[in-house]
């Protein structure tokens, strides 16, 4: 599964010299094939594992990494509760891992392929769950099997322009439950900059955007870098307006996250969650830049001369029919846009007689 050596071919396909040896950053490489879905594991290190979780969507994969710390294994994102996951899990503990400890879970965000069995296996071996306090209450307070649309989110999906008659589609942001172990009744807090509690070369950096206090967890000396969703090397990472928080302004914060991920030199390998390890962290922040660039550019033009609401946008921005699902992930993503633009003054947003937000470039200047 490993190829050989996989620091040197990696020089070989970015034909650089090292990482010092040019400040441009290094192209991606991708030094690892991928294991089977399943309990097949890769070593990445003697002291690093990697296997894969599947996932009924069309992102079928969520990656797990083991990494080896004071007591034994620490089980960092966990797959969600779907049929046969847990099966897949002890498959690792009687395979793999026969003999071993383990010491921990951690979840690096709330969302459920990442945390839906932190509270199967933290019970399984009675050990703590290690996640950020924002990630922690944020799934606590997720206001799951809505049956109804509340009038707070009617009037976020009407301002929005989204199309009445299928507001009640919406719900399906509301329906992942089933797919929920029930969780831990305490956590281990994690926070920027603190070493991992039972691992102290690991460093927790905080990136936010994606979800609201998202842990990466860093090590300098091992030049390992675990992204979970912050740093992903081919899909660009949902940035989205939640219904729950309209007033939000996510992409800033991705922004800030990017430039902190900017600072991660091109040779250490970054394991993400989902995708291949790869090295080249640098030029990954400046195509994901460039990425919500290009959005930007496509939102003004399409506001040049047209007053328009974020759903009209997202006809723009996504022409291909979406999924109920996908569709709540691009309005999101919209208006993470849109919020980002009329904050620092690219566009003007008026709330027309119908309870529209409409927008349209504005005469001032971006920063
Ligand atoms: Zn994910």
């Not at 879970?105 to 933290?122: Q, W």
Request: aromatic share 10%; charged share 20%; proline share 8%.
């Amino acid at each position: 599964m490993l190829r050989p050596n996989a620091t040197s071919s990696r020089t070989e396909e970015s034909n650089v010299e090292g990482p010092e040896a040019s400040t441009s950053p290094a192209p991606l490489s991708f030094p690892y094939h991928p294991p089977q879905t399943g309990a097949g594991l890769v070593d990445i290190t003697p002291e690093i594992k990697w296997f894969r979780m599947p996932m009924p969507y069309a992102l079928d994969h969520v990656n797990i990494y083991l990494l080896r710390v004071e007591g034994g294994w620490l089980i960092v994102d966990t797959g969600l509760d779907a049929p046969g996951a847990r099966e897949i899990w002890e498959e690792v503990f009687s395979g793999p891992l026969r003999g071993e400890n383990v010491v921990g879970v951690c979840c690096t965000h709330y969302h459920v392929d990442h945390l839906g069995l932190a509270g199967y296996l933290t019970e399984r071996w009675r050990v703590p769950l290690f996640i950020t306090y924002e990630e922690y209450f944020t799934l606590l307070g997720w206001p799951d099997n809505l049956e109804e649309v509340p009038w707070q989110h009617a009037q976020f999906f009407q301002r929005a322009g989204f199309p009445q008659e299928l507001l009640q589609q919406t719900l399906v942001m509301f329906r992942f439950s089933s797919f929920i172990s029930p969780m831990p009744l305490s956590f281990v807090r994690l926070q920027e900059g603190c070493a991992f509690p039972v691992g102290d070369d690991w460093r927790v950096i905080v990136g936010g955007g994606h979800s609201p206090e998202h842990a990466l967890l860093y090590s300098a000396d091992r030049k390992i870098l675990v992204s979970g969703d912050q740093l992903l090397p081919t899909i660009s990472t949902n940035v989205s307006v939640s219904v729950t928080n309209p007033e939000d302004d996510p992409l800033g914060r991705w922004f800030a996250s990017l430039d902190r991920l900017a600072e991660i030199p091109d040779d250490v390998l970054v394991l993400p969650g989902h995708g291949l390890p790869f090295f080249g962290a640098r030029r990954r922040v400046e195509e994901l830049r460039s990425h919500h660039e290009q959005r930007f550019q496509v939102i003004l033009e399409a506001c040049a001369t047209r007053e328009l609401s974020a759903y009209e946008l997202v006809q723009a921005l996504y022409p291909s029919p979406l999924s109920d699902f996908d569709l709540q992930l691009a309005l999101g993503e919209c208006l993470a846009h849109l919020r980002y633009l009329v904050t620092r003054g690219g566009l003007a947003c008026r709330l027309d007689g119908y309870g529209v937000n409409r927008y349209r470039c504005s005469q001032e200047r971006m920063d």
